[in-house]
C-alpha cells in the first residue's frame, strides 16, 4: 500500500463534492434568473419599444405620388401628358458601402459621372430610408440586367413612375415650358409632405404658372418589406389626389400655322380674340425641344442651346421688347382725334421732313419726297407718314401720349396666365427724370411719335393693343387657360375706353382696312383673294441709327443690325374674332415680311385646316355670317 492512498480522507472529500455541487447549482440558478429577467424584460417591459422597432423596419410608410394634370388646345388635341418611364433608386441603409454599390451597379448598367454627381447632391438632402433616384429613363435591356445581378447589390430598385412628355415638342415650347428635377431652392419652399412622392415640378411656362392646379395632393400606402427592403405586401393605401386637367384657349393647328410661318426666322407672332381675351396662338421662333429637360439635360446639350447665336431659350412673344414702330400709329391718331387735336380730314404738309419751332434739326420722313404737298389722317395711317405723326406727338405732348397709351395696355406687364413676361416702355417724363435723371425734350416725343425712341413693346402687348382698336376700347388680360375640368375661365377685363366716340373708332378702323384695300397701301399686296375684311397695319422699326443726309442700305449693314419687321391687324374688319401682332426680327420690311404671315395665321383661324376638307364647323359659321358683306366691300 502506498503512502497516498494511507493518507486518503474520504470525510474531505464529500466535503468538497458537495461545496462544488453547492456552487455549480447557484451559478446555475443565477443564470436562468438573469435569463428569466432579461427575457422578462424584452417580452413584458420592453414590449411596445422593440414592437415598434420591429414594425419600423419590417413596415414602411411610402408616399404616392399623384398624377400630374393633362394640358390640351381647345380641340382636345393632347399638349401635355404623363408617359411611364423607370428609374434606379438606392437606399442607403440598406447598403454595406455606398462606394461598392455604385461600382457594381455601373458594371452592370453604366453611369455617366453626372448621374453619379445629381445622385450625391440629391443623397445630401434626403430624408432616411428615403429611395434616391441614381439614373433615370433605364431601359428594359437594363432592367433584365440588373435582375439578374439583384443579389449583388441589395438596396437597389427599379422604380416605375409617370413623367411629363411633350408630344408637340417645340411647337408649345415657350408657351407651356416644361417640368424638371426639384432643386435645392425650391426644396426651400414648396410643401415638403405633398412633393414627398414628386421629383419634378414645373419651372418655367404655364407649368410653372398652374403648378398648384397641376400637381395634385399626395397620396401614401403602408407597406411590409423584407430585410433587403423588398416590398412583401401593402397594408394600407391612400390614393392620391391627381392634378387637374385643364384645357387652353389656344388652336393647335393656328399655332402650327403661326410657327411655320416665321419660316425658322427670329421672331414672335402672337394671335388672341379681341372680345375674349383668349390667346389663340403664341410662338417665338427658334424654339427647342422641352423634353430634353424633364429629366435632366445633358451639359452638351444644354451648351448648345445657350451658345446658340440665335437664342431659342429666350421667350420672344413675352420678353422681347421692340419698338412699335409705325404700328402704334392708328392709336396716336386716335389718341389726335380724342383730344381733339385733329379731324380726320386735318391736313398736314408734309415737304418730307419736320422740324420744331426754333429748333434747325430736320426729322426725316422715311420717304425722302414726302407723300405729297398736304396728308390727311387716313392717308397717314395708310402710306405710314412719318411727318404727320411727328407733327400730331408734338401737338399732343407727351403726358397725353402716355396717358393715352397706357389705356392700350402699353408700359406694363399684359397680366398673360404665364411667368417671365417683360412690361415693355411708355415713357413719360417721370419715367425719364427717375431712370435718366434728366428732363424730357420734344424732341423725344417726335421719336415716340412714330413708335421709335425710348417706346418698347413686347409681341404680346402689341397683340393686346390690336384687340382694344379691333374690339373698339375693351382691354382684356390675355388668357391661355380656358378651362379647368369643365369649369371655364374668363379672361379678366381690365379696362374700357367708353368715352371715346364711335366716329373715332369708324375712323381708325376705316384707315386700317385701306392699308390693306388702298391704291398705296403699305400691305396692299395682302388683299388678293382674301375672304374677309381685314385691317392691319405695317412697321418697321430701326436696330441702329442712321446718320442724318444718310439713307437706310440694308446691303451695307450686319443682318443684326438691319431693320426689324412688324405688322399687327385683326379681321374681320367691321366683326373682329381675331387680333394678330408679328415681329420678324431684322426682317426689314413689315408690309411684305411680317404682313404674310399675319394674313396665314388669320386664314388658318377664320378658314380652317385645308387638310379637312372642309372649315371647322364653327369657322364655317363663322365665315357664313360675314361673307358676302365684308369680303364683298
Known amino acids: ?73 381647345r380641340n382636345g388635341l393632347l399638349l401635355a401628358e404623363n408617359i411611364p418611364s423607370y428609374t434606379l433608386t438606392v437606399v442607403k441603409e440598406r447598403l454595406k458601402s455606398l462606394d461598392d454599390t455604385l461600382a457594381i451597379i455601373n458594371e452592370i448598367i453604366p453611369l455617366s459621372d453626372d448621374d453619379i454627381e445629381q445622385f450625391r447632391k440629391r443623397l445630401s438632402r434626403r430624408r432616411p430610408y428615403e429611395a434616391v433616384p441614381l439614373k433615370f429613363r433605364v431601359s428594359e435591356e437594363d432592367i433584365g440586367k440588373l435582375a439578374v445581378n439583384r443579389h449583388r447589390v441589395p438596396g437597389v430598385e427599379i422604380d416605375a413612375q409617370l413623367v411629363r412628355h411633350y408630344p408637340q415638342g417645340e411647337l408649345f415650347a415657350h408657351m407651356l415650358g ?70 387652353l384657349n389656344v388652336d393647335a393647328y393656328v399655332q402650327r400655322v403661326a410657327y411655320e410661318a416665321l419660316q425658322g426666322q427670329r421672331g414672335a ?30 451639359s452638351l446639350d444644354y451648351k448648345g442651346l445657350q451658345n446658340d447665336p440665335n437664342l431659342p431659350l429666350f421667350n420672344r412673344a413675352l420678353q422681347g421688347q421692340y419698338p412699335p414702330a409705325s404700328t402704334i400709329k392708328p392709336m396716336w391718331g386716335l389718341a389726335g382725334l380724342h383730344y381733339g387735336v385733329i379731324k380726320p380730314t386735318t391736313r398736314i404738309p408734309d415737304p418730307g421732313w419736320f422740324s420744331l419751332p426754333d429748333d434747325s434739326r430736320r426729322y426725316r420722313d422715311w420717304k425722302r419726297t414726302g407723300h405729297g404737298a398736304t396728308v390727311d389722317l387716313e392717308q397717314a395711317v395708310v402710306e405710314s407718314c412719318d411727318v404727320y405723326f411727328y407733327e400730331l406727338a408734338y401737338k399732343l405732348g407727351i403726358d397725353r401720349l402716355h396717358s393715352f397709351g397706357t389705356r392700350f395696355g402699353l408700359g406694363d406687364a399684359t397680366g398673360i396666365d404665364n411667368t417671365n413676361e417683360r412690361s415693355g416702355l411708355m415713357p413719360s417724363r417721370a419715367w425719364k ?138 379681321a374681320p374688319a367691321r366683326d373682329p374674332k381675331i387680333a394678330v401682332a408679328v415681329v420678324f426680327e431684322n426682317g426689314e420690311h413689315g408690309g411684305s415680311v411680317a404682313g404674310p404671315a399675319a394674313r396665314k395665321v388669320i386664314d388658318a383661324y377664320l378658314l380652317g385646316d385645308p387638310s379637312l376638307g372642309t372649315a371647322h364647323d364653327s369657322k364655317g359659321q363663322l365665315l357664313d355670317a360675314v361673307a358676302g358683306v365684308d369680303a364683298s366691300e
Open 433 to 570: 427724370e427717375k431712370s435718366r435723371g434728366s428732363h424730357w425734350y420734344p424732341g423725344e416725343t417726335i421719336n415716340v411719335g412714330i413708335g421709335q425712341g425710348f417706346m418698347l413693346t413686347t409681341p404680346l402687348q402689341l397683340a393686346v393693343a390690336t384687340s382694344v382698336i379691333a374690339s373698339r376700347g375693351d382691354l382684356y388680360a390675355p388668357r391661355l387657360l380656358s378651362s379647368v375640368g369643365d369649369e371655364p375661365v374668363v379672361a379678366p377685363l381690365m379696362g374700357q375706353m367708353e368715352d371715346v366716340s364711335d366716329a373715332h373708332w369708324d375712323s381708325i378702323t376705316r384707315s386700317m382696312e385701306q392699308v390693306i384695300y388702298g391704291d398705296r397701301g403699305t400691305g396692299r399686296s395682302l388683299q388678293a383673294g382674301l375672304a374677309y375684311r381685314l385691317a392691319g397695319k405695317s412697321g418697321t422699326a430701326q436696330v441702329v441709327g442712321i446718320a442724318a443726309g444718310e439713307e437706310y442700305d440694308s446691303s451695307t449693314l450686319r443682318e443684326r443690325n438691319r431693320d426689324h419687321a412688324l405688322f399687327i391687324a385683326f
Open 269 to 298: 407672332i402672337v394671335a388672341m380674340e379681341p372680345h375674349t381675351g383668349a390667346i389663340i396662338a403664341m410662338v417665338s421662333a427658334p424654339s427647342y425641344d422641352t423634353n430634353l429637360f424633364v429629366n435632366g439635360i445633358s
Open 1 to 73: 500500500m502506498t503512502r497516498r492512498q494511507q493518507l486518503k480522507n474520504t470525510f474531505y472529500e464529500r466535503r468538497v463534492y458537495r461545496y462544488r455541487v453547492t456552487i455549480s447549482i447557484l451559478i446555475l440558478m443565477t443564470m436562468t434568473m438573469i435569463v428569466i429577467g432579461r427575457y422578462s424584460q424584452l417580452q413584458i417591459s420592453d414590449y411596445e419599444i422593440y414592437k415598434t422597432q420591429s414594425d419600423r423596419n419590417r413596415i414602411q410608410l411610402l408616399p404616392i405620388a399623384p398624377k400630374r394634370g393633362l394640358i390640351f388646345d
Open 178 to 247: 416644361y417640368v424638371g428635377r426639384i432643386n435645392e431652392r425650391e426644396l426651400d419652399v414648396i410643401d415638403p409632405v405633398n412633393y414627398s412622392g414628386t421629383h419634378h415640378i414645373g419651372k418655367i411656362g404655364l407649368e410653372k404658372y398652374y403648378e398648384e392646379l397641376l400637381h395634385g395632393t399626395v397620396g401614401y400606402q403602408n407597406v411590409e418589406s423584407n430585410a433587403h427592403g423588398r416590398i412583401l405586401r401593402v397594408l394600407e393605401r391612400h390614393d392620391p389626389l391627381p392634378g387637374g386637367d385643364i384645357t
